[in-house]
């Protein structure tokens, strides 16, 4: 089941410069999205979410982008800084699923000082 | 802040025996569910449960497993006959409602070690 992919397993940026996150999706019946960062020993912290109705959503140093034609998105954060390393994770659900979360593999963000 | 917690945080158990894995959802909360994340994989959905029925269960959940609401606060995973491939964490969710998006809050896990 590959209905939601993050194909960097990791990524590594320096203290104060953007770090881009991305994932795509195949089914286009999903129309809520949401991040979740994980650290290691710890449950996925909600992050940021964004519905299918909109493109952008932004919250502090994390914006969230949508393209649905392309069924892409990315979160940026920027300034990043170091406890912002931790895994993320793309997650996506459908409306007649009653909350489902369907996970990506998550992207490992390293920001290093 | 409120918090979902789950308790225990680690289970070893051998391989057949019966584990039940607890879960304290956030008290408003009227949806819970289970997720589990095999060492090294994404984390899979298992189950939602609102009005002490399940709403929505993955392939993953076949009929050795179960959920239950004891009482008003507690939510249980139960594995009746444990596997090897079942080692993972397991992490429990709640949510004030179940519409897409509405942000789940998830606990720490119970780290599931079947031998």
């Known amino acids: 089941d590959q209905q939601v992919k993050q194909n960097s397993p990791s990524l590594s940026v320096q203290e104060g410069r953007i770090s881009i996150l991305n994932c795509d999706y195949t089914?286009?019946?999903?129309?809520?999205f949401l991040w979740y960062k994980k650290y290691p020993a710890e449950g996925p912290t909600f992050l940021i979410s964004?519905?299918?109705?909109?493109d952008k959503n932004e919250d502090g140093r994390f914006t969230v982008f949508l393209n649905k034609s392309a069924k892409h998105l990315s979160l940026h954060i920027v300034p990043s800084q170091p406890g912002d390393s931790a895994v993320y994770f793309c997650a996506a659900s459908a409306r007649n699923q009653g909350g489902k979360l369907i996970f990506g593999q998550g992207t490992e963000l390293s920001v290093k000082p | 802040e409120p918090e979902v917690t789950q308790t225990p945080s680690h289970q070893v158990t051998q391989m057949g025996q019966e584990v039940i894995l607890r879960c304290v959802p956030i008290s408003n909360h009227l949806y819970f569910y289970w997720y589990r994340q095999i060492l090294g994989q994404k984390v899979e959905f298992l189950v939602s449960?609102?009005?002490?029925?399940?709403?929505?269960k993955s392939e993953i959940f076949d009929d050795q497993f179960s959920v239950e609401r004891p009482d008003g606060s507690n939510f249980t995973l139960k594995i009746r006959s444990t596997k090897l491939e079942d080692s993972a964490m397991y992490f429990c969710?709640?949510?004030?409602?179940?519409?897409?998006?509405?942000?789940?809050?998830f606990g720490p896990g119970t780290r599931l070690t079947v031998l």
């Open positions: 449960f609102y009005n002490n029925e399940i709403s929505e």
């Open positions: 964004i519905s299918s109705i909109k």
């Open positions: 089914n286009s019946m999903f129309d809520y």
């Open positions: 969710a709640s949510s004030e409602e179940a519409r897409a998006g509405d942000t789940q809050y």
